[in-house]
Nanobody, 125 residues
Framework: VQLQASGGGLVQPGGSLRLSCAAS????????IGWFRQAPGKEREFVAA????????YYADSVIGRFTISRDNAKNTVSLQMNGLKPEDTAVYYC???????????????????WGQGTLVTVSS
């Protein structure tokens, strides 16, 4: 599985960005796509995840009500719409895929097998 993340950039507090994760290769093995982020000096943390069937979505408490994850079936892409951005959202955002069907672990970094290259989101005035 190859994953290509895009859409990062510089945005003012309160602004919006839309990240995309394009999947290719052995996509039949994907059960879920997750978005994670890593700020300088911090550990990588879970942001959101969606099952490949798009029937279920999961969010970190810190982004509920502001971020929305979705899947475009025709394009094999997963998007992360980020609204109401805050300076603390500044990080490199990564998408990752898992073949696991165990939804209890979709928030765990170690559950994911393939990772995209990351895209930088900077929220600053």
């Amino acid at each position: 599985v190859q994953l290509q993340a895009s859409g990062g950039g510089l945005v003012q507090p309160g602004g919006s960005l839309r990240l995309s994760c394009a999947a290719s290769g052995s996509i039949f093995s994907i059960n879920a796509i997750g978005w994670f982020r890593q700020a300088p000096g911090k550990e990588r943390e879970f942001v959101a995840a969606i099952t490949w069937s798009a029937t279920s979505a999961y969010y970190a408490d810190s982004v509920i009500g502001r971020f929305t994850i979705s899947r475009d079936n025709a394009k094999n892409t997963v998007s992360l719409q980020m609204n109401g951005l805050k300076p603390e959202d500044t990080a490199v955002y990564y998408c990752a895929s898992t073949s696991s069907g165990n939804t209890l672990y979709y928030r765990k970094v170690n559950e994911y097998h393939y990772w995209g290259q990351g895209t930088l989101v900077t929220v600053s005035s």
